[in-house]
């Protein structure tokens, strides 16, 4: 919002949300009656039946804009801004299918009451000579002083700082104003349109593409990321008065008072008001940052959950991504997930960038396997995940990564044994593989209440469920199992003298269950009420019971230092970083020389002290409760 909102600030529909929608819906159903019911090819209005399948193309055309924009900024080869993007931006910038509802009611509204807006042909040339001229003259010149006005300071304070908060900027970013704004920008927008409508040369194709064309312009100048060829400006040296570039644009951002002109910097350069680097900008970043800079310190690999992961993923929705994953998917989101996720799978054959952040002087990056959990669950997909995961350490090694963390179902017994797998296969892999368990296991002690005298372990015999037993035994508190294949396998595993605190129990009584893989609702069923329910597991379990306590899947606090860190990992909530994804950038910040992976543990105290001397906060979203058990003493 503005510093000082000004009248009209905030749209009509603001308190509607995603009901918005429904504004347009009595002009689409009217409109597509009309044309479907029409006697003959002359009493259907093209026009105004376009208006729906223009509005569902645009707002199409902007989510693969946002999706292409987040892949390219993850590379951050070609980046221009080298900045944070937050939280803050992506939640001021939700409302950016605003301005595509207004231009559909607008159109609806200007074809019901304007008979020349009405029966327009499919195309008429004449109409593209008018639009293309005035558009090169009166509304970039307007644009341009528009411009500098707003950026007075009562006009700035009130209306134009909302859009320059974003100093950042993603495509979407183009049409983020207050209401009162954006009625402004489309009076303009509306010269070439109206104009054609009174002098009869307007077409549906030229009305749309107007449309299409100021998309692709706002969105092109608004990415964070050079892709403007050179060799345009080469063969046509006059192009550059003619065609602004992203780098032209983020000057206008980053120093606000240059580089005003909506798409033709001509009038920058008539008027003086052209950033003397903007040229030499354009290069630089056409040219891309160095690759030595550039590369990553550590690499988390990840993997798709559930099919609306595909949404909830940073390249997909921006604003679902930056909620934890269920809290904004609803029933509709689901189902479409269903039906376009293989389909958006197939696009990618490899591992892919999600994600670039910062911490101190570490580059980190987010990698994912576009795989589901079923597949790491398939015997039939086994083999070809497994494949992935292995192509993608040699690509974290090929690219200089000190660090590679197996998030979720990457780093499975059956799969890799804890990724021990691959330093078996390449004794010299320089990368150090982390599977997180030290700090996994710190994070899950210090969420158990304060004063836990016996604790019910509940799930499968893994290399996390062996040191959180040898932890709790260490401490004396005594471990209960009710399943004997569990009891007999860890038993084996433990010293002799820690054998005492490990009990083989048919009681459900304790008051603190922890609880991995595989625990079913039945079993949840059996506990006390007031239980706690405190994972041990990379997953959360289903949450059965409303009386009882069920506590985050180990997890920290990211530093407030953290940069770029815009989307929620999984269900976890905001600035919340698994333990697992944690443990690589801790790995990292000590600059250990030894792997985490197969049956080597960092050490539980050691990786938590060295976590929180390095920012990272314990979380567990039952802040009222006492912890104790993680702090000191592990």
Request: hydrophobic fraction near 40%; charge should be positive; charged fraction near 15%.
């Given at each position: 919002?503005?510093?000082?909102?000004?009248?009209?600030?905030?749209?009509?529909?603001?308190?509607?949300?995603?009901?918005?929608?429904?504004?347009?819906?009595?002009?689409?159903?009217?409109?597509?009656?009309?044309?479907?019911?029409?006697?003959?090819?002359?009493?259907?209005?093209?026009?105004?039946?376009?208006?729906?399948?223009?509005?569902?193309?645009?707002?199409?055309?902007?989510?693969?804009?946002?999706?292409?924009?987040?892949?390219?900024?993850?590379?951050?080869?070609?980046?221009?801004?080298?900045?944070?993007?937050?939280?803050?931006?992506?939640d001021r910038e939700r409302n950016w299918d605003d301005q595509?509802?207004?231009?559909?009611?607008?159109?609806?509204?200007?074809?019901?009451?304007?008979?020349?807006?009405?029966?327009?042909?499919?195309?008429?040339?004449?109409?593209?000579?008018?639009?293309?001229?005035?558009?090169?003259?009166?509304?970039?010149?307007?644009?341009?002083?528009?411009?500098?006005?707003?950026?007075?300071?009562?006009?700035?304070?009130?209306?134009?700082?909302?859009?320059?908060?974003?100093?950042?900027?993603?495509?979407?970013?183009?049409?983020?104003?207050?209401?009162?704004?954006?009625?402004?920008?489309?009076?303009?927008?509306?010269?070439?349109?109206?104009?054609?409508?009174?002098?009869?040369?307007?077409?549906?194709?030229?009305?749309?593409?107007?449309?299409?064309?100021?998309?692709?312009?706002?969105?092109?100048?608004?990415?964070?990321?050079?892709?403007?060829?050179?060799?345009?400006?080469?063969?046509?040296?006059?192009?550059?008065?003619?065609?602004?570039?992203?780098?032209?644009?983020?000057?206008?951002?980053?120093?606000?008072?240059?580089?005003?002109?909506?798409?033709?910097?001509?009038?920058?350069?008539?008027?003086?008001?052209?950033?003397?680097?903007?040229?030499?900008?354009?290069?630089?970043?056409?040219?891309?940052?160095?690759?030595?800079?550039?590369?990553?310190?550590?690499?988390?690999?990840?993997?798709?959950?559930?099919?609306?992961?595909?949404?909830?993923?940073?390249?997909?929705?921006?604003?679902?991504?930056?909620?934890?994953?269920?809290?904004?998917?609803?029933?509709?989101?689901?189902?479409?997930?269903?039906?376009?996720?293989s389909p958006l799978l197939s696009l990618f054959a490899s591992?892919?960038?999600?994600?670039?952040?910062?911490?101190?002087?570490?580059?980190?990056?987010?990698?994912?396997?576009?795989?589901?959990?079923?597949?790491?669950?398939?015997?039939?997909?086994?083999?070809?995940?497994?494949?992935?995961?292995?192509?993608?350490?040699?690509?974290?090694?090929?690219?200089?990564?000190?660090?590679?963390?197996?998030?979720?179902?990457?780093?499975?017994?059956?799969?890799?044994?804890?990724?021990?797998?691959?330093?078996?296969?390449?004794?010299?892999?320089?990368?150090?593989?982390?599977?997180?368990?030290?700090?996994?296991?710190?994070?899950?002690?210090?969420?158990?209440?304060?004063?836990?005298?016996?604790?019910?372990?509940?799930?499968?015999?893994?290399?996390?469920?062996?040191?959180?037993?040898?932890?709790?035994?260490?401490?004396?508190?005594?471990?209960?199992?009710?399943?004997?294949?569990?009891?007999?396998?860890?038993?084996?595993?433990?010293?002799?003298?820690?054998?005492?605190?490990?009990?083989?129990?048919?009681?459900?009584?304790?008051?603190?269950?922890?609880?991995g893989d595989g625990v079913t609702d039945k079993e949840q069923?059996?506990?006390?009420?007031?239980?706690?329910?405190?994972?041990?597991?990379?997953?959360?379990?289903?949450?059965?019971?409303?009386?009882?306590?069920?506590?985050?899947?180990?997890?920290?606090?990211?530093?407030?230092?953290?940069?770029?860190?815009?989307?929620?990992?999984?269900?976890?909530?905001?600035?919340?970083?698994?333990?697992?994804?944690?443990?690589?950038?801790?790995?990292?910040?000590?600059?250990?020389?030894?792997?985490?992976?197969?049956?080597?543990?960092?050490?539980?105290?050691?990786?938590?002290?060295?976590?929180?001397?390095?920012?990272?906060?314990?979380?567990?979203?039952?802040?009222?409760?006492?912890?104790?058990?993680?702090?000191?003493?592990?």
């Open positions: 919002m503005a510093s000082k909102p000004g009248p009209l600030t905030h749209w009509p529909w603001h308190d509607l949300g995603n009901y918005k929608y429904a504004l347009v819906a009595p002009w689409a159903a009217y409109s597509t009656y009309r044309f479907v019911t029409a006697s003959s090819d002359a009493e259907r209005d093209l026009l105004s039946f376009m208006v729906l399948p223009t509005l569902l193309l645009r707002l199409l055309y902007s989510q693969l804009w946002i999706t292409v924009s987040r892949h390219q900024t993850a590379r951050s080869k070609h980046k221009i801004v080298n900045k944070s993007l937050d939280f803050d931006q992506v595509i509802i207004l231009t559909a009611l607008l159109f609806y509204v200007v074809n019901a009451t304007v008979p020349l807006a009405q029966g327009v042909p499919w195309w008429n040339s004449k109409g593209m000579v008018v639009t293309v001229v005035l558009h090169a003259g009166p509304v970039e010149f307007l644009y341009y002083w528009l411009h500098r006005a707003l950026h007075h300071h009562w006009l700035y304070a009130r209306y134009h700082s909302h859009h320059h908060a974003s100093i950042v900027t993603e495509p979407i970013t183009s049409v983020i104003h207050p209401f009162a704004e954006e009625l402004v920008y489309f009076v303009l927008f509306a010269i070439p349109l109206l104009s054609t409508v009174a002098t009869g040369t307007t077409s549906v194709v030229m009305a749309n593409g107007y449309l299409v064309y100021i998309d692709f312009m706002n969105y092109l100048g608004h990415c964070n990321f050079e892709l403007v060829p050179k060799c345009l400006f080469d063969v046509f040296p006059p192009l550059k008065y003619l065609l602004y570039t992203p780098s032209f644009h983020s000057l206008h951002h980053t120093q606000f008072r240059t580089n005003y002109s909506l798409f033709m910097p001509v009038y920058d350069y008539i008027y003086g008001t052209m950033d003397k680097s903007s040229d030499d900008l354009y290069e630089r970043t056409l040219q891309g940052r160095d690759e030595v800079a550039a590369r990553p310190d550590v690499v988390h690999l990840t993997h798709l959950t559930a099919p609306e992961s595909v949404f909830h993923h940073r390249l997909g929705f921006a604003s679902v991504a930056s909620t934890p994953l269920g809290a904004a998917a609803s029933g509709h989101l689901l189902r479409a997930a269903s039906a376009v996720a591992t892919f960038r999600s994600e670039a952040n910062r911490l101190d002087k570490l580059n980190i990056e987010t990698w994912v396997i576009p795989m589901f959990t079923s597949h790491y669950t398939s015997k039939s997909d086994g083999y070809k995940v497994s494949l992935l995961i292995e192509k993608a350490v040699s690509d974290a090694e090929a690219s200089g990564a000190r660090v590679l963390t197996l998030g979720l179902l990457n780093q499975g017994y059956d799969l890799n044994r804890n990724g021990e797998l691959y330093v078996v296969r390449k004794p010299s892999l320089k990368t150090k593989i982390v599977d997180g368990t030290s700090l996994a296991v710190a994070a899950v002690l210090n969420m158990i209440p304060q004063g836990t005298k016996d604790v019910l372990l509940l799930g499968n015999a893994n290399k996390i469920s062996l040191v959180l037993t040898l932890s709790l035994c260490k401490r004396e508190i005594q471990v209960r199992m009710v399943n004997k294949e569990l009891y007999e396998c860890l038993k084996q595993q433990l010293p002799p003298e820690m054998q005492e605190h490990l009990v083989l129990s048919c009681s459900y009584s304790s008051k603190v269950w922890l609880v069923m059996k506990a006390q009420k007031g239980s706690h329910f405190v994972p041990y597991s990379q997953f959360p379990p289903n949450k059965a019971r409303n009386d009882c306590v069920y506590h985050c899947t180990p997890a920290l606090l990211v530093p407030e230092s953290f940069e770029n860190l815009h989307v929620c990992e999984n269900w976890l909530p905001r600035r919340v970083m698994s333990a697992w994804r944690a443990a690589g950038i801790v790995h990292a910040l000590e600059k250990w020389d030894e792997h985490e992976c197969g049956g080597r543990v960092t050490g539980v105290q050691k990786a938590w002290s060295a976590a929180l001397a390095r920012g990272f906060r314990p979380y567990d979203h039952h802040p009222g409760i006492t912890h104790g058990h993680g702090r000191g003493g592990l």
